[in-house]
């Protein structure tokens, strides 16, 4: 995907082992020099993939809140299910390294006019009001039950408005922003 893409760049550049889980459902594998392998993140046994890592960075899931209403059953099972397959891995090689999750922005869908002016703060609420914020906001659940229980140590991120070089400009839920880089 478009942020995987930028990350794995990143970290090709800064001369670490890249190794990338993806189903092909979506995006676009451009770095020759990172491992990937075409797995189904809910089902396939990925404990080869995992063993012997020191940072896991998940943002394998099926994203955007509008195609989400069309079929919601896809996003929960594929958003919660992934990212739970990825934690119980770790629990069962007890994984001492980190492990990040990307969520979404989306769980604060409804935010207030203080929020707004003031930022979100990790005490601003969550409210979701897609299948798609209910799967990312299921899947933070998921992450933090697994960092208590087992002891796990995850950071969960949730980007806004994220943009720049590759975004996707094809399909017809592009942003705003690539539609207007795709006509300059």
Same mark, same amino acid.
């Given at each position: 995907?478009?942020?995987?893409?930028?990350?794995?760049?990143?970290?090709?550049? /800064?001369?670490?082992?890249?190794? +990338? +889980?993806?189903?092909?459902? *979506?995006?676009?594998?451009?770095?020759?020099?990172? *491992?990937? &392998?075409?797995?189904?993140?809910?089902?396939?046994?990925?404990?080869? =993939?995992?063993?012997?890592?020191?940072? +896991?960075?998940?943002?394998?899931?099926?994203?955007? #809140?509008?195609?989400?209403?069309?079929?919601?059953?896809?996003?929960?099972?594929?958003?919660?299910?992934? +990212?739970?397959?990825?934690?119980?891995?770790?629990?069962?090689?007890?994984?001492?390294?980190?492990?990040?999750?990307?969520?979404?922005?989306?769980?604060?869908?409804g935010c207030n006019q203080v929020t707004i002016m003031n930022?979100?703060?990790?005490? *601003?609420?969550?409210?979701? /009001?897609?299948? &798609?914020?209910?799967?990312?906001? $299921?899947?933070?659940? $998921?992450?933090? @039950? &697994?960092?208590?229980?087992?002891?796990?140590?995850?950071?969960? #991120?949730?980007? @806004?408005?994220?943009?720049?070089?590759? $975004?996707?400009? *094809?399909?017809? &839920?592009?942003?705003?922003?690539? =539609? @207007?880089? /795709? /006509?300059?």
């Amino acid at each position: 995907g478009f942020i995987g893409g930028h990350l794995v760049d990143y970290y090709v550049k /800064q001369k670490h082992n890249v190794v +990338v +889980v993806d189903n092909g459902e *979506t995006g676009n594998h451009v770095n020759q020099k990172a *491992t990937y &392998y075409k797995l189904d993140l809910i089902t396939d046994n990925i404990d080869d =993939i995992i063993k012997g890592s020191d940072l +896991v960075i998940h943002l394998a899931s099926t994203a955007r #809140v509008k195609p989400s209403f069309t079929n919601p059953t896809k996003y929960i099972i594929n958003n919660v299910g992934n +990212v739970t397959n990825c934690l119980d891995t770790l629990r069962r090689l007890d994984f001492k390294g980190k492990f990040i999750y990307f969520s979404s922005s989306s769980v604060y869908n409804g935010c207030n006019q203080v929020t707004i002016m003031n930022g979100s703060t990790e005490t *601003t609420k969550t409210r979701p /009001q897609s299948p &798609y914020a209910h799967s990312k906001k $299921m899947a933070e659940d $998921m992450c933090l @039950f &697994y960092k208590s229980t087992y002891n796990l140590d995850i950071v969960i #991120v949730r980007p @806004f408005n994220v943009y720049g070089d590759r $975004m996707s400009t *094809t399909d017809s &839920y592009a942003t705003v922003l690539s =539609i @207007f880089k /795709q /006509q300059y």
